[in-house]
């Protein structure tokens, strides 16, 4: 075992020895030990970002000789998370014969589908682009990562004299280079030119470091990135202020939150004009500290460096002009004042596509910015859904340290255009977008769904998220509000849902719920009004205070959601749905149920009124009338079923028989029913539909709506 420092500052070292002597002789499940670790120290690399090998002595299959195999991360995935399916295997002789055959930098392209020759485990994944870099160089274990502080060493204008000063000529330097092929012959070609060194600067780009074990490897990654990130360190400040200095001062953060919430959706609205768009918002410190400066408007339209930013931030960033202290809730003057600047930005990124094309370049694409910073306040950015908006985010902050580093030391360049252009629209990257599986139907859509934490609600939460969509769900019960968190928790990935206590009475609360939303998903494009509660009792046994809880809930709350949505959609101006759950019960006259039934047929001519009112917006309003859906449900704990059951004079436990064989189809109804009937109106089918009820209750004759 080495002796030298495992004493870091900059870094985490987090090497177990005990647990890697368990791994001792396997040098794959080392690898992914070892990848592991870096990946869970975002200084190191970015999610997503870099790859890591090791190359092995194995048995040929067929010939029962030994032979060499490399074994390198594939195509897609993350190192943080990276397990052996997610390694591509290949013969290393076959790999690097490639390059008798290969015909230059203009055919390198081609080269990509001759890896397939070169494998050995035929159930590996697809090798990703970067395979020749690690195939042509000798060692044993390989980190190819982006930290940030390296990259600002590598996208600094004299970055190699930098490189070659501060390591004492033991790291090599090869200027910028696509990705592929070539590359990898580079970095062959620097190894040969610089025997000895320890490591390899990518200009613009990263770093490539090497070990004989994975431990070696290991530290070596550790020390090189923390000399990178203490020069950086004794460097700040020397030239002057970071940035340029201070601009602007931030505001209070209940400000930045508040003004956020309100300007989100209508951000989201203008980068949702080809396809929806979720949103996500960070005022981060490091965001504050660049957005707020001197430096801003020459360094932002600047863009990124390292192609693994790029490829997720964009060209460059939209910043915005707003003041800081405007109203948000002055429609007309937001979207009058953001008008031009998004078009201008629009008519850059086509001008950039145009100027740039090749002849057999891809369409355009979406031409929104992905990044928007609005000083004073933080950034926002618009992705696909929540995860690769949230990814986006963190890619440019990592971009803003890069340029901080580099401004530190020397100065910041970025990718020329045409090479921006190049990775943006390389045709490898789009045959990776052609083969991504189909976007679900609520891919991109916002929905909030009250009373989600339990019965119906949770049900339609479920439904919604397994379509696509960003959920929040919410209760006012705190308990019942953290045993949904907690089963949702464990059925998806923590950006498909954001969870809020919401009070449906309370005007206040429903608007924090709303400025929730916004935070989290940059708006709402779906609302559900769910949120409910039975009261059966003769009419001589109902109290006034029975009277105003049902209305409250069901007719004020579904009232105070409904418009504290419209705000939101109206804000967007790309039309919505909202979906009232409301009953068989507005329709049909039964027993003990005054309160109840009457409080529900006034939410079902709301739906009504709020339809004929929203329509301009292309805000559709449709009813789904449930009957008797027992399972899970909070309104048939107590006093309600026993109310039920009196009334049919019956027992509590023969009234979901009763419900069952009252009903033409003679069936139970379940939430997940009333869910799928909710996906009916959304799920794009029904776009053009508004003022609908469609009966959820096995069917029900008296509640026939004709």
Known sequence: MTSRTTDFKHVSYLWDEEKAATLAGDEIALLIYRSNLLGADLRLTNYGGGNTSCKAITKHPLSGEYTEVMWVKGSGGDIGTLKKTGLAALYVDQLRNLKNIYRGLAHEDEMVALFNHCIYDLESKAPSIDTPLHGFLPFAHIDHLHPDAAIAIAAAADGEQITKELFKGTVGWVPWQKPGFELGLQLRKCLDENPGIRGIMLGSHGLFTWGDTAYECYLNTLEVVEKCSEFLE??????????????????????????????????????????????????????????????????????????????????????????????????????????????????????????????????????????????????????????????????????????????????????????????????????????????????????????????????IARKFINEGACVVINDNDDNRLAQAKESFKAEFAEDAYAAVLLDVTSADAVRQAYHYACLAFGGVDIVVNCAGISISKPIEEHTEKDWDLLYDILVKGQFLVTQAGVEVLRKQSIGGDVINIVSKNALVSGPNNAGYGSAKAAQLHLSRLNAAELGGDHIRVNTVNPDAVISESKIWEGAWAEGRAKAYGITVAELPAFYAKRTLLNEMILPEDIANACFVFVGGLMNKSTGNVLNVDGGVANAFLR
Not at 355 to 366: F, L, Q, T, V
Not at 371 to 391: E, H, M, N
Not at 419 to 429: G, K
Request: positive net charge; charged residues 25%.
């Open 234 to 459: 004794s460097e700040y400040g020397k030239k002057g202020p970071v940035f340029g200095g201070q601009k602007i001062a931030a505001s209070t953060q209940d400000h930045r939150l508040k003004q956020a919430a309100l300007i989100a959706p209508v951000l989201r609205g203008f980068c949702s004009s080809e396809r929806h768009m979720v949103g996500h918002f960070t005022d981060d410190a490091r965001v504050l500290e660049f957005i707020n400066s001197n430096d801003l408007d020459r360094l932002a339209p600047m863009g990124t460096s390292c192609p693994d930013h790029f490829l997720r931030t964009k060209i460059s960033p939209l910043v915005l002009k707003l003041e800081t202290g405007e109203n948000g809730t002055d429609l007309d003057l937001i979207k009058t004042k953001l008008a031009p600047e998004f078009e201008a930005y629009r008519q850059m990124y086509r001008d950039y596509y145009q100027s740039c094309k090749h002849e057999d370049s891809p369409a355009i694409r979406d031409s929104n910015p992905v990044i928007i910073l609005y000083p004073g306040i933080g950034l926002f950015s618009f992705a696909k859904d929540k995860q690769t908006a949230r990814v986006a985010a963190e890619f440019y902050i990592n971009a803003i340290n890069v340029m901080k580093g580099a401004e530190a030391i020397s100065q910041y360049t970025s990718l020329p255009k045409q090479e921006a252009f190049n990775i943006e629209y390389w045709l490898l990257e789009e045959a990776k977008l052609q083969r991504m599986p189909k976007p679900k139907p609520l891919t991109g859509k916002v929905a909030l769904i009250t009373g989600s934490a339990g019965g119906i609600g949770k049900a």
